[in-house]
């Protein structure tokens, strides 16, 4: 077997890109040979985490047949949010906290997936599960992705579980939680030297809904009128997507991190679904979604549920 | 939340049916309200070790939906092997050891795969990362599943793991497991008695294969003649299936389990995908497999290369 490569989802955020760190270190404390690799750059969020935990940057692969036959993938699973040529790949181990689908394997595999708010928390259980010590760097990272995925236990995708490991591996890196967390948060939020394409694709998937596909990117702020007063050039640049990518709508989550609320903006046909999904009215292509911060538990299911009607 | 129903595959043999009770049992330990069920009857083998061990044979449904909105899958997770109504029904947790295929969910979920020879196994593993008791009966019925996926631990699906928590089980149940494993495997290949039709629905899976529906069953046996004197009216009714079931193929795997390889008869179109699969030479629909005892890791692999192409 040639070296195993570990990655995240495309657009990777904090989790995607820490939790491939967290698992190439885990497989190779079991005499694995893994390295962490990631489908994208980090963000300014998670460069803030990697340069607070002394940890450089994983290198960024466009393929990964070209350079091993066996791969694990964390936080994702579907086909459409992974390395291009993955079929073309065995895949050895999944570590996630989706949904599952458009995911299929020839063989048997790893599958360790648990309905909590971070796949670090997964990662932080097998590691206690094998007695494995997790190093104080590696720690700091892995609770830098659960404060980022649960906007620092804030959003509803948070659990106990979820809690409990962040306390332990603040401990283990020796920081402040709520202190080290607001400031990384923070630091992910500084929008304003972004261009409109960057909006789009920071934190973007898509999701196969019915027969539709559907695109949600999502950018987190303290201010989300910063962000909507580019609207009429967001607007335009989604229609743009839409049509080469052949999306059948494109939304943008713009969620304010401090109230726990959310902005949408909905571009493409079949809005009047997106409105029913939410029971909101859109106006102009907005809505506000009051308390909705979390894409995965929030946004993804009523809209494939209304999809699939 | 209604009860949580716990059930393995159609065509239940020994994994499918105890991992569902020793699952059910778990959840129940961490406080959530679950039965274990099944898809069908148990087989002789099966009735044996639920004898040995004091338990009562689940009962078995044909449908979910009408008394749960919450399941459990133990030993499958592609749909067509799984409860007619799954798509009705929210999947709670998988806990299998097979490759992941058509199976997709809305939301996240507890999915718990490994590539080793047992579900029960992994449940073993499960027991014991949480600290959790195993009564002695479901410990022989959890150690009768992984002596039956292995053929005593003979299957080349058979790992290590599989060999350290049979030992494990058969000391908190307090039997020998050699002399127990055998006469549980030839409890289960007393086949004189059954009809054509059992004989095909024994222990039966479909698996789509590229754009063809494959059927394949397979039966243990100390004599591979006696099956195959019947030879003529299984290929009749093997015909028939394919007709009336739109299968394209329907192989008929029987497996000698004291000498460890297995006779295949095939019956459909595209013989020569199958007789290419496995590199060998139909002779009136049937073609010798030395060393093959596993569907799973020895059968289905080289078919679903086979049928991909």
């Known amino acids: 077997m040639s070296k195993m490569l570990v990655f995240g989802h495309q657009n990777p955020d904090t989790d995607a890109i820490t939790s491939a760190i967290a698992y190439a270190h885990y497989l190779n404390q079991n005499g694995i040979e893994a390295e962490a690799v990631a489908l994208g750059q980090p963000s300014e969020e998670t460069a803030y985490a990697l340069n607070q935990f002394n940890t450089a940057a994983p290198r960024v692969i466009a393929t990964a047949a070209n350079e091993t036959d066996t791969v694990a993938l964390v936080d994702h699973n579907e086909a459409q949010q992974s390395v291009s040529d993955i079929k073309d790949v065995e895949v050895y181990a999944v570590v996630d ?79 402040s939680m709520q202190e080290y967390g607001l400031a990384m948060l923070k630091a992910g939020t500084n929008l304003d030297d972004k261009s409109i ?35 009429a050039e967001l607007v335009s640049a989604m229609e743009a997507e839409n049509r080469t990518q052949v999306y059948d709508v494109f939304l943008l989550v713009v969620t304010n991190i401090i109230d726990s609320d959310s902005a949408l903006l909905a571009v493409g046909s079949h809005l009047d679904v997106v409105a029913s999904a939410f029971g909101v009215t859109l106006e102009e292509n907005v809505a506000l979604l009051p308390g909705v911060v979390s894409r995965k538990k929030q946004v993804v299911p009523p809209l494939t549920e209304a999809f699939s009607k």
């Not at 649960?150 to 959003?155: D, P, V």
């Not at 960057?198 to 989300?224: C, H, W, Y």
Request: glycine share 4%; aromatic share 6%.
């Open 97 to 175: 906290h989706h949904r599952i689908a458009n995911f299929e394997t020839a063989n048997p595999l790893f599958y360790r997936a648990e309905p909590v708010g971070c796949t670090n928390t997964i990662l932080y259980k097998m590691y206690n599960e094998k007695n494995i010590e997790i190093p104080a760097d590696i720690a700091g990272l892995m609770l830098s992705a659960i404060i980022s995925d649960t906007l620092l236990f804030k959003s509803p995708t948070c659990t106990k579980e979820d809690e409990l490991a962040a306390a332990a591996l603040a401990e283990i890196a020796g920081i």
């Open 197 to 231: 394409a960057e909006l789009l694709t920071l934190d973007a998937k898509s999701f196969p809904m019915g027969d539709k596909n559907v695109r949600i990117a999502q950018v987190n702020t303290v201010d989300v009128q910063d962000v909507l007063k580019r609207k």
